[in-house]
C-alpha cells in the first residue's frame, strides 16, 4: 500500500514598511589640504527594495561656519555633492558647524564639533595568519595593528581608515568585434594608481583603560596575501568628540547585528544634525570633525617562504592600444601620487 504525504506550505509576509525617506548627510572636516567634499541624499525604508543609488538632494545650499560665525559657503557639484573651496581646511582647536538649507527652506544643523588633536602613529606592524590547511599554495591574510602614544589629557577617543594604492596597469579597454573578439587595453597617459579600501569598516578606541599611556596593538585593517609584492598601505588616524565617537559605535555594533530572534532591530540612529525648526524630524549622519596624522607604509609580503594561492609570475600576453587614456578622478582611481610612494 502507498501513501502520499502532501505538505502544504503558505508564504509569511511581515508586511514590513518602510515608512518616510530621511535626509542622510556624510562628511568629514579635517586639517589636511582639501578639498572636502560633502553628500545629500535620501534613505530608503526598512525592507525596501529601491535603489538608493539615484536619491540626491538637489538645489540645496550648504555652508560651515566656525565659532567666530565665519562663513564658508561650500560648492554645489549636483547630484547632492557640495565641494569646500580651494584653500579651506580644518584647525586643531577651532570649533564648527554645517548649515544646511533645502530648497523648500527648510534648514538644518549640526552641534558644534571642536577639532581635537590626535597624537602621531609610533610603530605600523603585521601578522600573517593562514586561512586554510598547508597546500603547494596558500590562502591567507595579514592583520595589520598600530601602537600610538595616547595623551595625558582624558577622553582621547580615536577612529581609524586605510587606503591601498597601487600602479593602474590601464585606465580603459575597448573591445573589437569579429570572428575572434579582442580586448585591448589603453595605458594611462600620466602617472595613475588604483585604490582600495573597506568603505564598511569601522574601527575605534577610546583612552578609557590606557589613558597617557601606549595603546599597543590596536588592529586597523586586514590585507590578502595574493601576491609576494609590498603592499602600499596609507593608514589615517582620526581624532573623534565623545558623541561622535558613540555614534560610529553604535552603528558599528547595528551593521555587525548577528540577526538573532532576541537582536535589537534596526533604528534609526540619531547624529548631530536637526531641523532647526521641528526636532522631532529627524536628519541621519554625522558631521565629522578630526585632526588626522597619517602613515605611509608598505607591509612586505615575500618573507614567509609559501607561495599564495592564484599567484603567477607569467601573467601571459596583453594586447595594448596605441593611444593613451587620461587618469581620471574617481573614488577608485587617482592621479594624485601617494604619500611617500617609492617606485
Known sequence: MLFSL???????????????????FEGTLTNLVGPYFFQLSYSAGYNSQESVFDKYVNAAKVWITDEKSNRTDLIDMNKGQFSTPDGFKGEVGKTYQVHIRLSDGTSYESESETMRMTPSIEKVYSEFKLTTTPRPKYRGVFNIYVDVKDPATEGDFYRWKWVHYERANYCSQYTVTGDRPQIFYQKCCTDCWNTISCLGCVVLASDNLVNGNTLKKQFVAQIPFDNITGYYMLIEQMSLSRKAYTFWRNVDQQANNSGGIFD???????????????????????FQVS????KAVYIQRNNLGIVPFGFNLNEGSVNYAPNCEVCKESPY??????LNWVD
Open 264 to 286: 535589537t532591530a534596526p533604528a534609526a540612529i540619531r547624529g548631530n544634525l536637526k531641523n532647526v525648526n521641528d526636532d522631532s524630524d529627524i536628519i541621519l549622519g554625522y
Open 333 to 338: 582611481r587617482t592621479a594624485k601620487r601617494p
Open 6 to 24: 502532501i505538505a502544504c506550505v503558505d508564504v509569511f509576509d511581515p508586511k514590513l514598511v518602510g515608512g518616510k525617506p530621511k535626509i542622510v
Open 291 to 294: 585632526a588626522i596624522e597619517q
